[in-house]
């Protein structure tokens, strides 16, 4: 199964195809990866079943629990808008993910040093004023399971400082990762209601970071 997802993957650097990339919009780039991501879930027989939400224009916060390895496979399958994705320095060490970093300009930070994380948060503000989306998985690490840990409301404040809109994303059994291929087994992925600035701009961080928390976790139960 790693075979077939490094394999997907690197497709997009080989030949005129990576060439063509190279050099490409983020939009391009994007739009490239997820259809890598769509005929891979095609490829192995495990839909992505999400529903269809017509999205803002503009940039967007998207909020995720985080639950597996394959997020953000899944998320960028069921997530037509172009979005860069925060995501720990760990990571860039792993093959595939650095790979997917030089396409979606993944945005990395040191949990151990503050300055990374302050670095991440004007990175992120940056891009959101710049007219393109991010998301952010509030909880830091995986849950492995249906339970969403306590979000850390600091991965907000970039909505706060670009004053852009924010739209929470559920991701209901993605912790089983790729035993859902195994059994053949949809992933589902539920992107929720859309908070603009006006709606949640005389919240502070705390009140707003457990209001998304709980949304997510009610979703998770009642569907």
């Known amino acids: ?27 391009e780039r994007y739009k490239a990866a ?18 269809d939400v017509k999205l803002p224009e503009g940039p967007v916060l998207f909020v995720s629990n985080h639950q597996g390895t394959i997020d953000p496979l899944v998320i960028v399958a069921a997530l037509e808008k172009p979005t860069t994705f925060i995501s720990k320095q760990e990571n860039k060490k792993i093959p595939i993910i650095s790979t997917w970093a030089s396409l979606l300009d993944l945005i990395y930070f040191d949990r151990d040093d ?36 306590e979000f850390h ?12 809109s924010i739209v929470p994303i559920t991701l209901h059994n993605v912790y089983e990762d790729f035993n859902n291929i195994k059994s053949k087994k949809p992933y589902r992925i539920t992107i929720g209601k859309l908070q603009t600035y006006e709606i949640y701009k005389d919240k502070n961080l705390e009140e707003l970071a457990k209001e998304l928390q709980q949304e997510i976790e009610m979703t998770i139960q009642t569907q």
Not at 34 to 47: A, D, G, N, Q, S
Not at 130 to 140: I, N
Not at 153 to 164: N, R
């Open 1 to 27: 199964m790693f075979r077939l997802l490094k394999g997907g993957i690197y497709i997009l650097f080989t030949g005129s195809k990576a060439r063509r990339l190279k050099n490409a919009s983020f939009e």
């Open 34 to 51: 997820r259809e890598c991501c769509l005929k891979f879930f095609k490829l192995v027989k495990t839909p992505v079943i999400y529903n």
């Open 114 to 149: 503050q300055a990374s994380a302050i670095k991440m948060l004007r990175e992120s503000t940056r891009w959101l004023k710049s007219g393109k989306s991010v998301l952010v998985f509030p909880e830091g690490t995986r849950s492995k399971s249906k339970k969403v840990n």
């Open 153 to 164: 409301e600091a991965s907000l404040k970039p909505a706060y400082l670009a004053k852009a």
